[in-house]
């Protein structure tokens, strides 16, 4: 299973600013993908990141706002722009594996954010 | 639309009491179910992934079933630290995008 690790894990910022959140996996991955979880809700797919081309962004997401930088194939960042307490959630990574049993999606400890 | 739904919200159990949770899903071209664990604070861990009707896989006290339109997550005699919120996603598309439920709070007690 792939180890993922982010950072911050946690910060309070001020509403108009901007928050970098890293990623960083233990072994080379082709597709990396950044989550939403709102307070008291599910996970909500964000974007997907493929190293060297530009990330695929779902539907009411936007790259302006969620700008994403895959540079290899162990890392990611994604940044989120001129905040608003609405973006007040948290932020997780995940990668996907594969072994003899088949597929799985691993995910990061998770970036919680919270915009005053 | 692609849509995964999740019962009951919330479950309450006795300590080695069983039971089991819901997960109806409606994904156009179903690639796999996932099962993940989620503590507070943590992000979800992952238990099975399920590709067929009929497919069924167990992991200590935990057993994912599936059907053609729901799956199940059975926990015989749970434990106290089996307690944490249970997320079902499926998975669709030429990439791995996974579409999660609400989750189902379970609480383990004594």
């Known amino acids: 299973s792939a180890v993922i690790s982010q950072k911050p894990s946690r910060d309070i910022c001020q509403r108009g600013t901007s928050l970098t959140i890293q990623c960083q996996v233990d072994?080379?991955?082709?597709?990396m993908f950044w989550y939403r979880q709102q307070p008291g809700q599910s996970l909500t797919l964000i974007a997907t990141?493929?190293?060297?081309?530009?990330?695929?962004?779902e539907s009411g997401f936007v790259i302006d706002k969620f700008p994403i930088s895959r540079p290899n194939l162990t890392f990611s960042t994604l940044t989120v722009s001129n905040m608003s307490p609405e973006d007040s959630s948290i932020y997780l990574c995940s990668v996907e594996g594969h072994n003899q049993a088949g597929r799985e999606q691993f995910f990061g400890p998770g970036t919680r954010l919270t915009v005053l | 639309e692609d849509q995964v739904t999740q019962s009951p919200e919330a479950l309450r159990l006795q300590e080695g009491e069983s039971s089991s949770l819901n997960c109806s899903y409606t994904v156009s071209g179903l690639r796999g179910l996932f099962w993940y664990r989620q503590d507070p604070g943590k992000g979800p861990e992952f238990l099975f992934t399920l590709y067929s009707a009929g497919e069924e896989k167990e992991k200590e006290r935990l057993k994912a079933t599936l059907t053609k339109k729901e799956s199940f997550l059975h926990i015989t005699a749970p434990k106290p630290e089996d307690s944490a919120t249970y997320l079902c996603a499926g998975s669709s598309g030429g990439y791995n995008k996974l579409i999660f439920g609400a989750g189902t709070r379970l609480a383990v007690h004594p």
């Open positions: 990141a493929n190293q060297g081309s530009e990330a695929t962004y």
């Open positions: 072994s080379q991955v082709t597709m």
